[in-house]
């Protein structure tokens, strides 16, 4: 069997996991065994589209994210690492039986995470996708188990979303701008345009989030401690900023993920006081004020 590219072993492992429904020792304890007509015609459709340069994620159907095993289609943006901060500090400032929300949820991940983790948290995650929405259910319900709190709602970011007070917002919204060059690289090239760019210049959204919850800031609708926090681009933290400021925020921090780039801005609806500044600081591997 002739495949374009090389697929490694452990891929083409992680590919039987998957496709058999056997765990990793089964299938090195089993390593002879002939697979059926049917599985060997699937196993090659398979490798033929990995040597092709699509992501395991998406042949495989899961990705692991904060410690937990998410199922995944090609209607929503892959988990990744970067993101697991906004989970992480999330947890540590979000205060006890406090509601949050998750705009742009895609498969759950984020708010999935964090109810796991948070339990006594009132927890909304939102998507304009119907079919995201329905894969993010399916992970609750797995995840969290029957009769969990999460609710779900479809909404083009704020505009559905009840009338309700938050003290936490957290997004990973579309960032890239339509003629962005890494669209047509690595694992963009098959993630959904929906949930990479925003057909504008990769920050309206980012600015529609904003300005939404500035908007609900002036109702009283967001409250202690009051914060935003954005993944973006690990060019746009200067620019993420300036909106910011100019939706009359106040910014505390842009926090660099592992390779150092600053990926999640983080902005209150008041100012912020220093116990919050530090409990965000001490989850960051590296961080900016935009002072230095």
């Not at 002739?2 to 765990?23: D, F, I």
């Given at each position: 069997m002739r495949t374009e590219q090389r697929v490694s072993r452990l891929?083409?492992?992680?590919?039987?996991e998957a496709l058999l429904g056997k765990p990793r020792e089964y299938l090195i304890a089993h390593d002879e065994d002939i697979l059926d007509e049917t599985c060997l015609r699937a196993f090659e459709t398979l490798l033929q589209k990995r040597s092709a340069g699509h992501p395991m994620a998406y042949l495989t159907g899961s990705r692991e994210f904060f410690?937990?095993?998410?199922?995944?289609?090609?209607?929503?943006?892959?988990?990744?690492?970067?993101?697991?901060?906004?989970?992480?500090?999330?947890?540590?400032?979000?205060?006890?039986?406090?509601?949050?929300?998750?705009?742009?949820t895609g498969s759950g991940a984020i708010a999935i995470a964090l109810a796991f983790h948070r339990p006594d948290a009132k927890l909304i995650a939102a998507d304009i996708s119907q079919s995201a929405l329905t894969l993010a259910e399916h992970n609750a319900g797995r995840l969290l188990g029957p009769g969990h709190p999460l609710q779900f709602c479809?909404?083009?970011?704020?505009?559905?979303?009840?009338?309700?007070?938050?003290?936490?917002?957290l997004s990973?919204?579309?960032y890239l701008a339509p003629d962005d060059p890494h669209l047509g690289?690595?694992?963009?090239?098959?993630?959904p345009r929906l949930a990479l760019r925003d057909e504008h210049d990769g920050l309206r959204a980012i600015e529609t989030i904003m300005m939404g919850f500035a908007q609900r800031s002036a109702l009283g609708l967001i409250t202690d401690p009051g914060v935003l926090m954005i993944e973006h681009g690990y060019q746009q933290a200067d620019a993420v900023r300036g909106l910011g400021k100019a939706q009359g925020l106040f910014f505390m921090l842009s926090a660099s993920d592992a390779a150092g780039h600053l990926r999640v801005t983080c902005l209150s609806h008041s100012k912020p006081h220093a116990p919050l500044l530090e409990a965000l600081k001490h989850e960051c591997l590296t961080w900016s004020s935009g002072t230095a």
């Amino acid at each position: 069997m002739r495949t374009e590219q090389r697929v490694s072993r452990l891929e083409r492992l992680m590919l039987l996991e998957a496709l058999l429904g056997k765990p990793r020792e089964y299938l090195i304890a089993h390593d002879e065994d002939i697979l059926d007509e049917t599985c060997l015609r699937a196993f090659e459709t398979l490798l033929q589209k990995r040597s092709a340069g699509h992501p395991m994620a998406y042949l495989t159907g899961s990705r692991e994210f904060f410690g937990l095993r998410f199922a995944i289609n090609d209607q929503v943006l892959i988990p990744r690492p970067e993101t697991e901060w906004l989970v992480q500090a999330a947890i540590r400032i979000l205060p006890e039986e406090a509601s949050a929300i998750d705009l742009g949820t895609g498969s759950g991940a984020i708010a999935i995470a964090l109810a796991f983790h948070r339990p006594d948290a009132k927890l909304i995650a939102a998507d304009i996708s119907q079919s995201a929405l329905t894969l993010a259910e399916h992970n609750a319900g797995r995840l969290l188990g029957p009769g969990h709190p999460l609710q779900f709602c479809k909404s083009n970011w704020w505009a559905s979303i009840p009338m309700v007070p938050f003290a936490l917002v957290l997004s990973n919204p579309p960032y890239l701008a339509p003629d962005d060059p890494h669209l047509g690289q690595g694992d963009l090239r098959f993630e959904p345009r929906l949930a990479l760019r925003d057909e504008h210049d990769g920050l309206r959204a980012i600015e529609t989030i904003m300005m939404g919850f500035a908007q609900r800031s002036a109702l009283g609708l967001i409250t202690d401690p009051g914060v935003l926090m954005i993944e973006h681009g690990y060019q746009q933290a200067d620019a993420v900023r300036g909106l910011g400021k100019a939706q009359g925020l106040f910014f505390m921090l842009s926090a660099s993920d592992a390779a150092g780039h600053l990926r999640v801005t983080c902005l209150s609806h008041s100012k912020p006081h220093a116990p919050l500044l530090e409990a965000l600081k001490h989850e960051c591997l590296t961080w900016s004020s935009g002072t230095a």
